[in-house]
């Protein structure tokens, strides 16, 4: 039986591969749209959208850290009442649910993982916005929502960490890197494929609703991540200088340690996603990552 989903968020990092991922579905009935194709602070263009929609997955996000600093309200519309408007209305159409959040809800002032109930407490604007949103799932949608709580997010369909340091490498003999934030970088295209895995385990029964952690198995740093591109580009990881976080100062304040537990997902038969390293030198294969990394390697620059 065809199922129809919905993508909001279609032409970002994240919604790009979703978009791919249920292309290889086939009883998948895939829409993808964009933030112009639909505003969802708009909640009569998010009733319209949603109806006959079977599942959700909901990538749409105000994602620049610092300007959420600078203009909370702006992007709580987004996060937050953006959220809540998708969350009427798959209660009202009796779709489900699968909201992408993040590790930025929590502190980050423990040195152990946190489970998927552990107390939050942002310490910024957009970890603000982004509870807001977890709240108006979790609240309308008890037995129907999932927040899938990311970190660290990079991928081949927009800017991002890894592909940042790749792009530096071609132009810097070494590249100070922050070595005292603890996260777990995580592949857009694993956590897609993720996502497909638990809308499906939801559309069985099999998974109860709730919060999941959808970042990659270990742990490293800015500087340990950005060494391990190096090494599997064939760089040298020395050119990577580990500084702590007071040498680059951003107008919001981030987490240290946002390494998060992955209790959830054997309740939904599913599997945690893979190591992080194990997810990184996946993605430096595919063509997007390489054409970079050869760049880097063959820079007249450094040569």
């Known amino acids: 039986m065809n199922t129809s989903w919905l993508v909001t968020g279609a032409r ?6 979703m978009l791919a991922e249920l292309a290889t579905d ?7 749209l964009g933030r112009e194709q639909l505003d969802i602070t708009d909640p009569t263009a998010v009733r319209v959208a949603v109806a ?14 610092d300007g959420a600093e600078r203009s909370e309200a702006a992007a709580t519309a987004v996060n937050g009442a953006g959220v809540r408007h998708l969350a009427q209305a798959c209660g009202s159409s009796g779709a489900i649910l699968l909201h992408v959040s993040t590790d930025y809800v929590f502190p980050g002032d423990v040195r152990r993982p946190y489970p998927e109930d552990a107390p939050t407490g942002p310490v910024n604007a957009y970890g603000r916005s982004k509870l807001a949103g ?90 340990g991540l950005a060494r391990e591109a190096f090494r599997l580009s064939g760089l040298d990881p020395e050119r990577i200088r580990p500084v702590g976080s007071e040498k ?30 194990d997810q990184l030198s996946a993605a430096l294969q595919v063509p997007e990552f390489a054409a970079l990394s050869a760049t880097a390697r063959t820079s007249p620059r450094l040569r």
């Open 12 to 17: 970002g990092l994240l919604g790009q591969d």
């Open 248 to 277: 680059f100062p951003r107008p919001a304040a981030r987490p240290a340690f946002g390494v998060l537990g992955h209790g959830s997902w054997p309740r939904a038969g599913l599997a945690p996603l893979p190591p992080w390293d």
């Open 26 to 32: 086939p009883d998948a009935v895939v829409t993808g």
């Open 134 to 223: 977890e709240r108006a799932v979790l609240g309308l949608l008890p037995s129907t929502g999932y927040v899938v709580r990311t970190a660290w997010l990079y991928g081949a369909h927009g800017p991002n960490f890894v592909a940042t340091m790749l792009q530096l490498a071609g132009r810097h003999e070494t590249l100070d890197v922050v070595d005292d934030q603890y996260g777990q970088p995580t592949w857009s295209r694993a956590l897609a494929r993720q996502l497909a895995a638990l809308g499906r385990a939801a559309l069985a029964g099999r998974a109860p609703a709730g919060v999941y952690h959808g970042t990659a198995s270990g742990r490293t740093t800015w500087c």
């Open 52 to 65: 006959e929609q079977r599942v959700v997955v909901n990538c749409a996000a105000w994602t620049d850290v």
